[in-house]
């Protein structure tokens, strides 16, 4: 049964819905929403969009506010966060999991989470994406690449004394790939079913969509989206973060 984690954007400045939910009426509110069909709600508050402004810990808190507590009330609830800070505050707010798509660059999270504290890292060759930084091969190669890189970083997450139980591996569509080799992954994501944990996508409304549609609007992508969540899930994926069902 797949899991499909909903997102919340708390930002202004997000590719497809920033400022749609920046109050804290509208931000429960489209929670409450989620959660009648999603697993659990990913909070943002920091856009990681190309370019996007790197924002302190301060402003991130100031941001989710007591959104975290709230929502945890009715729903399973992640942290999209790199920031220490954030993280802690949002494990006191009561989440279930710290979804960090800089890969755990900072650990200390390690340290100050408890043992039902889950964690999703992501394949990532930098935070915001920069475009022209992508992996430099295509076909087959791109999936041992990031299978490679999936596996060093367990390893080196067992030597912190995390077991690879708490972990799920996001393939990071569209951060250090291009268009081309996105659509690679998710047409030939089964290849990732033998990888040791379970392997969450995040394709939702992503510019690689211009390769199926070109000028698609945010409907027709998220079309698109359940399309291939509903193939990816098929062949044996898990989990799933997306805008909408």
């Known amino acids: 049964m797949a899991k499909l984690f909903g997102i919340l954007n708390l ?50 808190i100031f941001r989710l506010n007591n959104i975290i507590q709230e929502i945890s009330h009715f729903s399973n609830t992640s942290i999209d966060s790199f920031h220490f800070e954030t993280q802690k505050f949002a494990i006191q707010q009561g989440v ?15 340290q100050y ?6 964690f999703i890292f992501m394949h990532n060759l930098g935070v915001p994406p ?7 091969c295509d076909g087959d190669e791109v999936i ?7 596996k060093k970083k367990l390893q080196h997450f067992e030597v912190l004394g995390v077991k690879s139980d708490r972990f799920v591996f996001d393939i990071g569509i569209g951060f250090g790939k291009t268009a081309e080799q996105s659509l690679y992954l998710i047409e030939n994501i089964e290849k990732f079913c033998d990888f040791p944990i379970p392997i969450m996508v995040g394709h939702s409304r992503k510019s690689f969509m211009e390769l199926i549609k070109p000028n698609a609007s945010i409907d027709e992508r998220d ?10 899930s098929q062949k044996g994926i898990e989990y799933f973060r997306i805008h909408k069902v």
């Open 223 to 232: 079309t698109i989206t359940q399309s291939l969540t509903q193939s990816m």
């Open 144 to 150: 041992r690449e990031i299978k490679n890189w999936g």
């Open 113 to 118: 989470a408890p043992r039902n504290i889950r």
């Open 96 to 110: 279930s999991y710290i979804n960090d798509v800089t890969g755990f660059r900072d650990e200390k999270i390690f």
């Open 130 to 136: 920069v475009k022209t930084n992508v992996l430099n």
């Open 11 to 60: 930002t202004p400045d997000s590719f497809s819905d920033g400022n749609l939910y920046s109050t804290h009426e509208k931000a429960i509110f489209h929670a409450r929403e989620l959660s009648k069909t999603f697993y659990a709600v990913d909070i943002g508050s920091h856009s990681t969009r190309p370019s996007a402004t790197i924002l302190g810990f301060e402003q991130e």
